[in-house]
């Protein structure tokens, strides 16, 4: 594929993907993570469905500024 192509591709997936993350339902549970031992609270992080959507949200936005970065300053 053409960068070209790949330079109207990201920002729509990223676009899309905020947009869907940002339309879905809060899934809110009881219970704070303060009140959880260590190994709980990580297991607990790992396998929610919440949890995991914000962590994909966060790692999308880290690629799509870090395409954006190394895009800018090639352009120097």
Avoid: Y
Avoid at 35 to 56: C, G, K, N, Y
Wanted: proline share 4%; hydrophobic share 55%; glycine share 4%.
């Amino acid at each position: 594929m053409q960068r070209k192509t790949w330079n109207k591709i990201i920002p729509t997936v990223a676009g899309l993907a905020a947009t869907v993350v940002a339309a879905l339902p809060a899934s809110a549970h009881e219970g704070h993570h303060e009140q959880m031992a260590l190994m709980q609270a990580l297991r607990h992080l790992v396998s929610e469905p919440d949890h995991q959507i914000a962590f994909a949200a966060l790692v999308v936005l880290a690629v799509v500024a870090g395409w954006s970065w190394r895009r800018a300053k090639a352009r120097k």
